[in-house]
Each structure stands twice: as C-alpha cells, then as structure tokens.
C-alpha cells in the first residue's frame, strides 16, 4: 500500500518560533507535539506515552480520517481473513486521497498498522483542530439480511453538524455500494443514528471526546458476511468506498444538504468492546 499523502510545511518557519502542532516522524507515524524547542520534539506516541522524535511538520488539515483499529486490535474479520484494521485503514486513505483531489486537506490519525490508543487518537484531534473527524470501520453480527447495504453512521447527539455530517456520508457510502448486488446483511436499524451510554453521553470515545469538533462514526459494510468480504477486500471497491467518504464530507463543507438514511437507534445494551486502552500496548518505531 502507497503511503499516505501528506502536506507538510517547513519546520523553521513556524509562527511565532512555536513548536508544530503534528509530526510525521521519520517512520510515518502521525504523532501530536506536546512540548520541546526541536527538532527534536516531545511527542505523544500511539500508546499514550512521550517519546523525542525528529519529523515533518504537517500543517492544520481540514478533516482527521481516523481508521479503527491497529497493530493486534485487528477488528472484525471476514471470512476470507479480511481484517477490519487493514481495511478501514486502506479505505481511509483512499477517503485521503479524493479529498486531496476535491482541494481538502486531509490527516490520518493512524497512517500504519500499528495498535492506537484511543486517547492517543483523541490527541491527534486536539492537535489538528479539524472542522471534522470521521472515524472509519466496517461492522459485525448484524441482526440478519438486508435489502440494500447495511451502511450505519453515527453521530453526536447534542450536534447538528454531526447529524446533517452522517447523513451525508451515510447516503454516499449506500449509492456507492448499491450497485453491487449481493445478499447484503444489516441491522433493522441500519442508517445514520445516534447511540447513548447509560450515562447519557455519546456511547462511543470518538464522538465525546471533543464536543465542540464535530465528529462521525461510520461502520461502511459488514466485513463478517461473506459476499461483502469478498468485495472488500478489492482494492477498486476500498477506492469506492473511500471516495464515497470523501464525497459526503466535501458535499458537507460546500453545501446545506441535509444528509438522509435518518433512524431512530432501537436500544442496545451490548457492553463496548476490547481496545482502545493503554495495557500491553507496544509502540511502532517512530
């Protein structure tokens, strides 16, 4: 896989003498500067640790592409032995690359294989200070068949921008893959919808942990049913997946398009699943 494209500015000409908010360190990793007069720098690493690296400023992008998973989370896996992690993270930087042409620029938070916690994800965030982050994954245990594709986004309850944002990308990512007929499965309330926690709070740590940036979770298709797998694990159908992404995202920056495919959530009681913490996390070679 071609690595990611990234727009970069010179490191010594920072406003101010201020250290850059992003580096992409000599290993590709994307990691948030948290202190330090470098090069080198003073990093958060993708475990949540700090570490001094040496890399290349990026400049603020518009939108954080945050592929889930990473490293031994693997996700969700088909049954041709198609990970989750490898595929949101291809689809991401297809999504990348179609904003890139579209004129948006475009971060990854996770630009390798390699396990993120979700704090450090959130760092990548507060880093950026995108006008949007859409988190990207493919789903499991569906309730059963689907007329259509089972396409779910989700977005922040107490936001309007996340609504109208999910269901701009939920009715793309469905026109793009509705031309592929297959025996489709979903949930009986696939669309774009919010989740609670019993706290009341957005269930899931993408969408609450920055409030004010408007943010989308985005389960594509079900990597777990067998003719979707197939199709995903085309590289010509990751492109149209990813350029589906991109194209609800700049249809969200240039117009007042409501989005659609909105549902009411029937409740889920399910406990969240593994990942996302610190414990036994091994940070890649930055």
Not at 27 to 41: I, L, M
Not at 103 to 128: C, E, F, N, P
Not at 147 to 158: K, M, R, S, V
């Amino acid at each position: 896989m071609a690595p990611p494209t990234v727009t970069t500015v010179p490191p010594v000409t920072l406003a101010g003498g201020r250290p850059p908010r992003l580096l992409v360190s000599p290993h590709g990793v994307v990691v948030p500067v948290v202190g330090g007069t470098g090069p080198p720098w003073t990093v958060r690493t993708p475990c949540g640790a700090t570490a001094s690296t040496t890399g290349t400023p990026l400049a603020h992008a518009t939108i954080v592409l945050d592929p889930g998973h990473g490293g031994d989370e693997m996700g969700a896996i088909g049954p041709n032995g198609l990970t989750e992690k490898a595929l949101n993270l291809a689809v991401a930087t297809q999504a990348q690359a179609a904003l890139a042409a579209a004129g948006v620029s475009a971060v990854l938070s996770r630009a390798a294989d390699y396990r993120m916690t979700l704090d450090a994800r959130a760092a990548v965030v507060a880093a950026d200070q995108p006008q949007a982050t859409v988190s990207i994954h493919h789903n499991a245990n569906p309730d059963g068949p689907h007329d259509g594709p089972g396409t779910e986004t989700y977005y922040q309850l107490a936001s309007s921008t996340s609504k109208r944002l999910a269901g701009l990308v939920w009715e793309e990512v469905t026109r793009a893959l509705a031309p592929y007929h297959l025996a489709w499965e979903g949930n009986t309330d696939a669309g774009a919808k919010y989740r609670l926690a019993t706290s009341g709070s957005d269930y899931y740590a993408v969408l609450r942990a920055h409030p004010s940036t408007t943010s989308v979770l985005a389960e594509l298709a079900f990597v777990t049913d067998p003719p979707e797998a197939t199709v995903l694990a085309r590289p010509d159908v990751q492109k149209v997946e990813g350029q589906a992404v991109a194209r609800g995202i700049v249809r969200w920056l240039t117009t007042k398009d409501p989005g659609s495919g909105f549902v009411t959530p029937y409740p889920r009681t399910e406990p969240a699943g593994p990942g996302g913490g610190s414990a036994g996390c091994t940070d890649p070679p930055l």
